[in-house]
């Protein structure tokens, strides 16, 4: 409630053309003794940027008691900025803040200030500022522009690197080991909390390239190793470095290691046929099996084991032994997930299958999209579930691989946006060519302004 004496106004000041609506409801009562006087109620319109009158001063002898007061922005798009005042000669600032579109200033009979968002929702606090929330997908260059609607304070930062490229599987007809491509390292995530009064008006927003698929050799060749994942940053603020790519399959009983997952300080490297080395920070080259925490990628192994994933970094691609066996893709708590390995055959031949990518949000590997089906007629890995918030994308499942006479092997498939690696793909028949791995998942950047 607010109460008015002879003399006493109510102003509204507007800052900008955006439509401003105001309705108060009041009660007017006898100064001496208390008896009611009357009761009314007064509406305006205002559409320039101006100082208007909304509630006007009693008659003498009476007191008035504003019951309701509603100021709402009734603009389609715009905002603007308002002071509620009382004016006895000298003007009383009761509020002062950005209504934006659709938004509603209140103060009820209690006297409480509330302002309601464009849904009718109570904000936190009578003065709470906005949140501007920015989210970039595209590859490349993109601009952060800082709000100036209200006045930020502080600017937190999510980035996920793009994810390695899964490698190519291998063409072969003979009763020799030959290889399909190892799934693609997971890229890293990197958050930061900054204060916006150290950010210019604008800040370039880089997001890194999912690493290339690997492409097929050449029939009753060995497959070409998929790319490693971009960089992805905040100006020169943050960045988060991109997973390494998988090993292509070979022809021959060589280990293949999967990508490296990307660190908050280096990208993940590309399999060999020793490891595919989790990003820094960390020890100097591997990082070993065991997983690891922090910004730390973890390796693309050459051994089959279900220990190789990230806190922050990512997860490092399924590789295979020289036998063949399997691994599956690591996994990630909040960077991008390894890609599976690509389907093989050994020296009899006889198929053995690839594995799944790993999944981010999980501290598992091999929780991913699916592998694809082994035969006559093999089919592609899944694709890897694109991030979002909470989360950094999936690794892809490895490629499947045949024995049939001319047949090619299948894809690995897609990492997700947000880092998920891509998965390897599976062995052909010579003259069926090996199946290319898959894209790397794109990197990805949520900028939320308070």
Known sequence: MINLQTGDVIEVVTTTTADIDVHASYV????????????????????????????SAPSAGNVRNVKMLVVRNDHASSSNVVTLRVNNGAAFAIWSGTLLAG???????????????????????????????????????NTWTKPTSFTPKA??????????????????????VAKGGAGGGGGAFVRETLLASDLGATVTVTIGAGGAAGAPGAAGAAGNAGGIG???????????????????????????????GGGSASAGTSGTAVVGQGGNPGVSGNKGGTGVAGGTGSDGPITVITTHNAEFGGGG??????????????????GGG????????????AIVGGTAGGLSGVYAAGTGAAKGNDGASPTAGANGADG???????GGGGGGTTITASTAGAAGGNGGRGGGGGGGGGVGMNPGLGGAGGSGGAGYAIVITW
């Not at 200033?105 to 003065?127: E, Q």
């Open 317 to 334: 691609g399924g590789g295979s032994t020289a036998t063949p066996t399997s691994c599956v893709g690591g996994g990630s708590l909040y």
């Open 103 to 141: 938004e509603a200033l209140i103060v009820n009979a209690d006297g409480d200030v509330i302002v309601l968002s464009s849904g009718g929702v109570p904000k936190v606090g009578a003065n709470a500022a906005p949140v501007d929330v920015q989210v970039f997908s595209a590859v490349g260059a």
């Open 388 to 394: 979002n918030s909470t989360m950094g994308g999936g």
């Open 155 to 176: 600017v937190f930062v999510n980035l996920w690197g793009g994810g390695g490229g899964g490698g190519a599987g291998a063409s072969l007809a003979t009763a020799i």
């Open 28 to 55: 007017d009562l006898v100064v001496a003794s208390g008896a009611f006087a009357g009761a009314d109620q007064q509406n305006t319109a205002i559409v320039t940027a101006t100082t208007t009158t909304v509630v």
């Open 230 to 260: 971009g960089t992805t940053s905040f100006g020169t603020f943050s960045a988060a470095y991109g997973g390494g790519g998988g090993a292509g399959g070979t022809i021959s009983a060589t280990a293949t290691g999967g990508g490296g």
């Open 338 to 349: 390894g890609g599976g390995t690509g389907g093989h055959h050994n020296a009899t031949p």
